[in-house]
């Protein structure tokens, strides 16, 4: 699990400590992700299966792809398919995957890189391991997120976007216990080692997003533990992609494959447990969190819309081509 780390976090900004005043935020639910198929059959864990979609909102769906060791020949991924109403952001931990998008979006990710996609108004995309990598197989391990939009930005134009490693924020916790990456939204900083006493105004991740949400990917030390301050406005999820350890002030025990729901408040915790399996000698987590649309949502399939009637006419104008075309040369759709 390669991402982007650094020889030395104590050089890092630190995360400003919420302090004892700000409300804890309390663990509403654990859920474990079963295990499914997608695409042209690459394994994949269903990290929302079973929660609400009012604790999710504004996230819709979320698939941790991976972690596997594909044979030659074997490396596998989506054929050409449609999107209208929402944006998927594929965060990749382990190999490579290529984009392609019929609004002239696409590129190459690899380790820690992310593709931030923007379905808005409809277009057709494939995701799929290049050929080299088909050739040769190899480790594959990532994550596909989708971000619903609101009603205002449900048609909005196509975007994509291209987010390597190397741009996302690193940050480090107070003791210098945890990597803190920020794909997306900001996050409260404290003093860097370089500036000491001289207070941050924040750490933003590259990600343009049209709806307000936070993405990090943190990597716990063995025994560290992580309070982050985050928006009293936006929900809290912590999902675990590695290792164990345990989230909220009670310590609530979690493993690899479960996602925990937080309620109300101004910080969350986070813990990793002493002693981590060879496998997994950290703990690494993904936080994730929005601004709750609170609108209606009619999900089949590839759309997600307000209405029947809207992801009827999302169907309709897929199959009149009105999504786009995929380019010549580049095999059939669906």
């Known amino acids: 699990m390669p991402a982007i780390t650094v020889d030395n976090v104590l050089v890092l900004p630190r995360v400003a400590d919420p302090g004892p005043a700000v409300e804890e935020r309390s663990v509403v639910s654990v859920t474990t992700a079963p295990s499914g198929f997608e695409g042209e059959g690459f394994p994949v864990r269903r990290a929302f299966a079973g929660v609400d979609l009012k604790h999710l909102d504004p996230f819709i769906h979320m698939d941790q792809m991976g972690e596997v060791e594909y044979a030659p020949g074997e490396p596998k991924g989506t054929p050409w398919h449609p999107h209208r109403g929402f944006e998927t952001v594929t965060y990749l931990l382990d190999g490579t995957f290529r984009h392609q998008d019929s609004n ?12 931030w996609m923007t379905a808005g108004s409809g277009l057709l995309h494939i995701e799929a391991p290049p050929e080299e990598l088909v050739a040769s197989g190899g480790l594959f391990h990532g994550f596909q997120l989708w971000v619903n939009l609101p009603r205002s930005l449900k048609m909005a134009d196509p975007r994509y976007q291209d987010i390597r490693a190397g741009q996302v924020s690193l940050l480090t916790s107070p003791d210098g216990g945890s990597l803190i990456r920020v794909i ?9 080692a370089e500036t000491p006493g001289v207070q941050s105004v924040g750490h933003p991740g590259p990600g343009v997003t049209h709806t307000p949400i936070s993405l990090i990917h943190a990597t716990l030390e ?3 533990q992580l309070r982050l301050p985050w928006r009293e406005d936006f929900n809290a999820l912590v999902y675990t992609l590695a290792g164990s350890g345990f989230v909220g002030a009670k310590k609530q025990p979690v493993r690899l494959g479960q996602l925990a729901v937080f309620g109300a408040g101004g910080a969350l915790t986070i813990e990793a447990t002493p002693r981590q399996e060879s496998r997994s000698p950290k703990l690494d987590v993904l936080i994730l969190g929005g601004r709750p649309i609170r609108e209606p949502i009619a999900a089949y399939g590839p759309f997600v819309m307000n209405t029947k009637a809207e ?24």
């Open 104 to 115: 002239g979006g696409g590129g190459l990710i690899t380790n820690g890189d992310t593709q």
């Open 184 to 192: 997306a939204g900001d996050i409260a900083g404290e003093s860097s």
């Open 222 to 224: 063995p025994g560290a």
């Open 311 to 334: 992801l009827m006419q999302a169907f309709e104008d897929f199959q009149a081509g009105r999504l786009g075309s995929i380019p010549a040369g580049h095999g059939p759709g669906l």
